[in-house]
């Protein structure tokens, strides 16, 4: 006989949706199947979905009140722990539904919250979810008896006569100050790996795409690094990067980024926006869509947005759209001007993909012809590491090597190789 106390019980739920008269239908049906998916990897049990057609929200109870006491019965009849709500309910919806429902009440942001603070692995992770929340529950805190329990920490710095409530309000206040000093520190580092990744030229290559798109599969068949990849919403939280060779000899850093979602609440947006400002530091972006997605589309226009919020919008962007070994043959997927189809676990895709990149990185570098005498072994040594497609021959009459490379426009060793250029007067102009 099994012992009933190893398993653990899933927690269950209601969702509760509301469709606007005035908002895109697709949208808001993706938004609720979202919704699903979020509860699904956050390993909720969904019982019951209450949907209601209306022009407006409901200040005071989200929806209109015999659709909310139809929910609190129906809540009470199956027993649920929790009554998710697809939207971001304000302060004053919170404390009446609080009071309403016998069991938990949240909200689509508290739920993404909630998948984040399980996933975030990095101290950088950590603090901006712990951040997110408390700026989420700060003006919500007035009476929240069920809702405080779950931030725990004793306060213990209550003075004479002073309230629980402000005592908590004052904690949180100071917890989120100590909280921005550690990011500001962790920023700080990150910014100082970019600046030395920039002096020493290495051409960088983001990852971006709406969450589930494959870009953690993708990182980690391109590099054989050990990323989480799941079938989950928000499985990388953590920006990682790792480094490639391309076919030609190149390194490259591919740095994945967490994937974006619909409505994903601002409270996260601004707490990932240190993650996200890798983005602006890329050479490339390869922007990563599902095209087996019935919805792509609207996903492709959510990353856009985002990456114009970042204003990232003008580097060079490939889109990968991956998946295409599930892709029904004439399925219809949007004309973009840079584009390339490939499934991840397809090798031959791979090495497609990692000549397209190619094409970009050797943009930067520029073909050359060079005279260096035979002394002079220093300068081909740093052309070995330096350049790629290096080829050499040795002209015995004038004692010197031939050497054909390619070179990044904007390496220092630039100026040191200057004088050995064959044919300097034609390539001055082009090479500066």
């Known amino acids: 006989m099994h012992d009933m106390t190893d398993i653990k019980k899933r927690e269950t739920a209601i969702l509760v949706a509301a469709v606007l008269d005035n908002k895109d239908?697709?949208?808001?049906?993706?938004?609720?199947?979202?919704?699903?998916?979020?509860?699904?990897?956050?390993?909720?049990?969904?019982?019951?979905?209450?949907?209601?057609?209306?022009?407006?929200?409901?200040?005071?109870?989200?929806?209109?009140?015999?659709?909310?006491?139809?929910?609190?019965?129906?809540?009470?009849?199956?027993?649920?722990?929790?009554?998710?709500?697809?939207?971001?309910?304000?302060?004053?919806?919170?404390?009446?539904?609080?009071?309403?429902?016998?069991?938990?009440?949240?909200?689509?942001?508290?739920?993404?919250?909630?998948?984040?603070?399980?996933?975030?692995?990095?101290?950088?992770?950590?603090?901006?979810?712990?951040?997110?929340q408390y700026n989420y529950?700060?003006?919500?805190?007035?009476?929240?008896?069920?809702?405080?329990?779950?931030?725990?920490?004793?306060?213990?710095?209550?003075?004479?006569?002073?309230?629980?409530?402000?005592?908590?309000?004052?904690?949180?206040?100071?917890?989120?100050?100590?909280?921005?000093s550690h990011l500001e520190?962790?920023?700080?580092?990150?910014?100082?790996?970019?600046?030395?990744?920039?002096?020493?030229?290495?051409?960088?290559?983001?990852?971006?795409?709406?969450?589930?798109?494959?870009?953690?599969?993708?990182?980690?068949?391109?590099?054989?690094?050990?990323?989480?990849?799941?079938?989950?919403?928000?499985?990388?939280?953590?920006p990682t990067t790792r480094q490639l060779k391309l076919p030609a000899g190149v390194d490259v850093l591919l740095t994945d980024t967490v994937g974006f979602i619909q409505e994903l609440p601002t409270a996260l947006v601004a707490a990932f926006r240190s993650t996200l400002e890798g983005v602006q530091e890329a050479d490339l972006i390869l922007h990563v869509v599902d095209s087996h997605h019935p919805d792509l589309e609207i996903h492709m226009e959510v990353v856009d947005r985002v990456l114009k919020d970042l204003k990232a919008d003008d580097i060079p962007q490939l889109t990968v759209f991956n998946k295409k070994d599930l892709v029904r043959p004439g399925t219809y997927l949007p004309r973009v001007e840079n584009a390339i189809h490939i499934s991840a676990l397809s090798d031959r895709d791979l090495q497609s993909l990692m000549e397209r990149m190619e094409g970009y990185v050797m943009q930067a570098y520029k073909e050359m012809t060079l005279r260096i005498p035979s002394d002079r072994g220093d300068i081909i040594s740093m052309l070995y590491r330096a350049g790629v497609e290096m080829s050499q021959e040795f002209d015995e009459d004038a004692g010197e090597y031939i050497v054909k490379t390619r070179l990044n426009n904007d390496d220092p060793l630039y100026g040191r190789i200057y004088p050995f250029l064959q044919d300097k007067p034609e390539r001055q102009e082009e090479l500066w």
């Open 25 to 132: 239908e697709e949208r808001q049906r993706l938004s609720l199947e979202e919704l699903h998916e979020l509860a699904r990897t956050a390993d909720v049990e969904v019982l019951d979905v209450i949907i209601q057609n209306r022009d407006r929200l409901d200040n005071a109870w989200f929806l209109g009140t015999g659709k909310i006491d139809e929910v609190a019965h129906r809540a009470h009849d199956l027993g649920v722990d929790v009554v998710i709500f697809n939207g971001e309910l304000t302060p004053g919806q919170t404390r009446n539904l609080d009071n309403l429902f016998d069991c938990k009440v949240i909200d689509r942001t508290q739920l993404i919250l909630d998948i984040f603070a399980g996933r975030a692995h990095s101290r950088e992770g950590k603090i901006q979810v712990e951040l997110a």
């Open 137 to 180: 529950i700060l003006p919500r805190l007035a009476g929240q008896g069920k809702q405080l329990s779950r931030l725990g920490g004793g306060i213990g710095t209550r003075g004479p006569g002073e309230t629980k409530l402000e005592s908590d309000r004052r904690h949180i206040r100071r917890r989120i100050s100590e909280l921005k």
């Open 185 to 238: 520190d962790v920023v700080r580092t990150r910014a100082l790996h970019r600046e030395r990744r920039k002096k020493n030229k290495v051409f960088q290559i983001a990852l971006v795409g709406y969450t589930n798109a494959g870009k953690s599969t993708l990182l980690n068949r391109l590099t054989q690094a050990e990323t989480l990849q799941e079938d989950k919403l928000f499985a990388t939280l953590d």
